[in-house]
């Protein structure tokens, strides 16, 4: 069992800005270039989901795949991570970020830290994520990649007031 948790940051846990290039059309921003990733990771997949206001997605974590989300609008979204990795020396620590159409984010999570994300609304919330795994595999054959704390009503991972 890993708790209690101290606020601070996570060994391996980027966050960075996605700075928005605005014109007349709308805004772009660069997502995903390998050149700013220092290596760590390598997308094998892009999907995108839609969390509906006040819900939450999470807290789970994966034992290889990183996750690399971009939170980006529309919608807002409070970002809670937990370092619970055995051998990690921010162990025990936990992260809160806030992104979304405000403040567009980008997020890499590393395999072994717990996860989850709220949709704060009023709005539903539109997530993007660049997995370095397949979800369950090639040709969709293999477990899937997931320890979901969420389905624990004893869990250490809660996500606090936003």
Known sequence: MTGPFLDGPIEGVV??????????????????????????????????SVTLPGVTRGPHEHREQADLFAFAGPGEFQIVLWDARPNSPTRNRRMVEYGGRHRPTLVYVP????????????????????????????????????????????????????
């Open 15 to 48: 966050v960075r800005p996605l700075r928005p290039h605005q014109d007349s059309r709308g805004w772009l921003a660069e997502v995903f270039r390998q050149d700013e990733m220092d290596g760590l990771t390598d997308p094998a997949m892009a999907y995108v």
């Open 111 to 162: 395999a072994g830290v717990v996860h989850a994300y709220r949709s704060l609304g009023p709005e539903e919330g539109w997530v993007w994520n660049f997995p370095d795994r397949l979800y369950r595999g090639r040709d969709r054959c293999e477990t899937v990649d997931e320890i979901r704390h969420e389905d624990q009503s004893d869990s250490p991972f809660q996500m606090p007031e936003a």
